[in-house]
């Protein structure tokens, strides 16, 4: 099993441009979480899913910050328009059972 | 909602020494707890979880944490680190509701950043 996975792992981008973080959960996992890590502010919980129905979306920042997950194979955070101040480490996870939550390697997003 | 905080933002030891980072949560119900450790660079990996039975619970690479529920505590210790233990560590708590649920939602401390000199 290759964990979870996300893509790009690196994004750089000038602010206004629309941003499109994606992630890929392990099979068969019901609830996908995603976060976002900063040094001013740690780790924020932006929005999570349980069988891909968003159930707590009161994390995102600002209506700029969007997130679907059409499937249970596929999930993705958008920002539109990105500011500078977006620029963190975004990370998902994903919970097989338990709470017991799966990191993906984040996707660390630069906005100039 | 609940809250956890970790009362160390930044900890120095050299190799040997003993370890002890400090969690506390404030929610009167149920609650599951892990600690997470984050390498540099790197994502978070579960480090040690507990759900129920002995308070005492073992993780991997040696560390372990105790739940004492009248405290509301759940602190992480390891009787001797070394230099590859240096990274944040992030206690986590997830609150039941009365029916038992929560979808697994986690709420984080701030973090403890470790740094284990040679």
């Known amino acids: 099993d290759a964990g979870v996975i996300q893509s790009p792992r690196h994004e750089v981008t000038e602010m206004g441009q629309e941003v499109t973080l994606r992630c890929k959960p392990i099979s068969g996992h019901n609830s996908l979480f995603w976060y976002r890590q900063t040094m001013m502010r740690g780790l924020e919980l932006l929005i999570y899913f349980n069988n891909n129905v968003p159930i707590d979306d009161s994390g995102m920042p600002e209506d700029r910050f969007s997130a679907k997950m059409p499937n249970a194979s596929f999930s993705t955070l958008k920002i539109q328009p990105s500011e500078p101040r977006d620029s963190a480490v975004y990370f998902c996870?994903?919970?097989?059972?338990?709470?017991?939550?799966?990191f993906g390697p984040g996707t660390r997003l630069t906005v100039t | 909602a609940q809250s956890v905080s970790q009362h160390n933002h930044h900890v120095i030891l050299s190799e040997a020494a003993s370890l002890e980072l400090g969690c506390n949560y404030s929610?009167?119900?149920?609650?599951?707890l892990f600690w997470y450790v984050q390498y540099p660079g790197q994502h978070l990996q579960l480090l040690l979880k507990y759900f129920s039975g002995d308070p005492l619970v073992k993780g991997i690479k040696g560390f372990e944490a105790e739940f004492i529920k009248s405290k509301f505590s759940f602190n992480l210790r390891k009787p001797s680190v070394q230099w590859s233990d240096t990274a944040e560590y992030f206690c986590?708590?997830?609150?039941?509701?009365?029916?038992?649920?929560?979808?697994?939602?986690?709420?984080f401390g701030q973090g403890t950043i470790l740094t284990v000199h040679p």
């Open positions: 996870a994903n919970m097989p059972v338990r709470a017991e939550q799966y």
């Open positions: 986590a708590v997830n609150a039941l509701d009365a029916g038992g649920t929560s979808y697994g939602k986690l709420t």
């Open positions: 929610y009167g119900g149920t609650v599951n």
